[in-house]
């Protein structure tokens, strides 16, 4: 009796249905990106659209995937902080000429829903204020 309910015992859990692992331990972060000329998204077709997948592996067509996640990664997800990143580094100075272009964000980083809108005066701004995020 002893053994056939120690076989039971263990045999029970190994027939139950298996429960189905997470796809992945990390957070998803995926995110689709907008530029277009103009000062709103809503007013602005948009002009070239880049992805960048900063999950376990960085992927996307954004022009430097890796770049742009480790930006991301730098300010928490905080896109209006890209600007504290890299502030002209390159030491290309921009113009004051206004030629609005307009940048969206969406997806999702580290499991949070983002909507990202913002309009820089002009492409140099835009690719030295936003880092290596908005240089696509």
């Not at 996307?60 to 890209?82: E, F, I, S």
Request: net charge neutral; proline share 7%.
């Amino acid at each position: 009796m002893t053994g056939a309910l120690l076989t039971a015992t263990l045999a029970g859990p190994l027939s139950e249905p298996a429960h189905s692992a997470p796809a992945s331990l990390y957070a998803p972060s995926s995110l689709v990106m907008t530029t277009g000329h103009g000062e709103k998204a809503a007013t602005t077709a948009p002009e070239r659209a880049v992805t960048v997948n900063c999950a376990y592996t960085t992927t996307g067509t954004h022009p430097d995937p890796r770049q742009a996640c480790a930006d991301l990664d730098r300010v928490n997800g905080d896109l209006d902080r890209l600007a504290t990143l890299r502030v002209n580094e390159t030491g290309r100075p921009c113009t004051k000429e206004y030629r609005p272009i307009v940048v969206t964000v969406e997806g999702v980083w580290r499991g949070t829903r983002v909507n990202y809108e913002h309009t820089f005066a002009n492409p140099c701004i835009k690719e030295t204020q936003g880092a290596s995020a908005f240089a696509f």
